[in-house]
């Protein structure tokens, strides 16, 4: 019993020791998750641009892509990763991620012209560049979106990146199960996109709505589809479920008590 414990202390311990290392952790396929499902990157799909141009700290964000998800668990969101690449694989650098969560509007409807979109922001976080982890992965020859200014460039860029926002503060907390809500991503650069633009990833997924993208000119969120074929986009991102450093330790005492099983055979 008293190794038993010994070891728990220990094991907490190390986890802790771990600091931004478990903080800063990456998401991996078959990883946890808080929503429907995860919504995997397209390795030859489209970057939609999420970079404002030069604005002011008090200017509404002008390029916000968001799109819907639904709670599979009450609690806190404290995890969000996301799929991006640059525009001409030029990157630049981040000065401040804005992440944003809005209540949903229902289709009002059905099969007519009107679609489900963001409606009350419920919840925004900025963070700066040392607030998230990002690494890059595999991708394929991908296209570029500025819907706004109906620019489609396909094949354009290939390197592809995931963003990993964990343990954040302040989190939202989700109501309930089966609540469905809208993630919306926006993000100040340096050279304000003439160095290098950003874009979120479209995901080969498709659950429930379109994907949307802020029309600032006309200020109403306008449905996101594959100029090609007409068909709907959605974007990659996964909602997480608790810190690494909680899973780590689960681990751990999971293995003790088998540990400790074995030993009573």
Request: glycine share 8%.
């Amino acid at each position: 019993m008293k190794r038993t414990k010994i070891f728990l202390v220990m094991t907490a311990a190390a986890i802790l020791a771990l600091g931004p290392t478990a903080a800063l952790a990456h998401w991996d396929a078959g990883d946890g998750h808080k929503m429907h499902e995860p919504q995997l990157p397209d390795p030859t799909g489209w970057d939609v641009r999420i970079n404002n141009a030069r604005r002011q700290p008090d200017d509404p964000f002008e390029w916000i892509t968001a799109d819907d998800w639904q709670c599979s668990g009450s609690g806190a969101v404290t995890d969000i990763h996301f799929w991006t690449s640059w525009r001409w694989d030029m990157p630049d650098e981040i000065l401040a991620l804005h992440v944003m969560v809005f209540a949903d509007v229902p289709d009002p409807d059905g099969d007519g012209p009107l679609y489900s979109h963001p409606g009350e922001r419920l919840h925004l976080w900025t963070f700066g560049p040392n607030d998230y982890a990002v690494r890059e992965v595999t991708g394929d020859l991908q296209g570029w979106a500025d819907p706004p200014f109906e620019q489609w460039e396909p094949e354009e860029h290939q390197r592809m990146y995931q963003f990993n926002i964990t343990e954040i503060p302040d989190p939202l907390m989700q109501q309930e199960e089966g609540t469905i809500y809208w993630l919306g991503i926006s993000a100040d650069l340096w050279g304000e996109g003439e160095c290098g633009m950003l874009g979120w990833k479209t995901s080969l997924l498709h659950w429930n709505y379109d994907a949307v993208y802020w029309d600032v000119m006309n200020a109403t969120w306008q449905e996101l589809r594959d100029p090609e074929d007409g068909r709907s986009l959605d974007m990659a991102f996964v909602i997480t479920p608790e810190p690494a450093t909680l899973g780590l330790l689960g681990l751990g005492v999971a293995g003790l008590v088998a540990s400790r099983r074995r030993r009573r055979r």
